[in-house]
């Protein structure tokens, strides 16, 4: 009976994107996005505290009828609930960000790492920063209906 011996190899795929250049451009241009997301949080917070400031004030001098105070009060709690959203909704964007800025790299890493293996003869490649990830493997035959069928399935 012949052996086959399988030639395979591993990296740590974290660590290869960490090295890469254009990792390092992405993060600067996220942190860049997300100062400026953090800025507009601020500025709608301070421009909430103005407004509650004043209504706090009026409310003291006694210059709000029961009405308005209830429309400011309304209006105040709407503005809240719009800087709660804007929160929510910029952790997504810089999700969303972080996806579109990465997803080219980690295709120019994968790409790299498939022709590494195949010019250099290799049927698979592990990824050591994760436990049992395969990040290339050679075309192999689905053992899928042969197993199958030994179970009877």
């Known amino acids: 009976m012949q052996s086959i011996a399988q030639k395979s190899g591993h990296l740590n795929f974290g660590n290869l994107v960490a090295m890469m250049p254009q990792t390092k451009a992405a993060d600067s241009e996220l942190q860049s996005y997300q100062k400026n997301l953090v ?4 500025a709608m917070a301070t421009r909430f505290q103005v407004d509650y400031s004043s209504y706090v004030k ?3 001098n006694g210059n709000l009828s029961p009405k308005k105070q209830s429309e400011r009060q309304e209006a105040l709690k709407k503005k809240q609930e719009e800087i709660t959203a804007y ?10 960000k972080r996806q579109e800025l990465l997803r080219p790299i980690l295709e120019r890493a ?6 590494v293996a195949q010019e250099n003869g ?12 395969v990040l290339f493997a050679a075309d192999s035959d689905d053992l899928m ?9």
Do not use: P, R
């Open 39 to 42: 800025q507009e949080v601020e």
């Open 110 to 115: 994968e790409l790299a790492i498939k022709e």
């Open 145 to 153: 209906q042969k197993v199958k069928g030994k179970l009877g399935i």
């Open 58 to 60: 009026e409310v003291q």
């Open 87 to 96: 929160e929510q909704q910029m952790e997504q964007q810089l999700q969303e």
């Open 122 to 133: 290799y049927e698979a490649v592990f990824d050591t920063s994760m436990f049992n990830k």
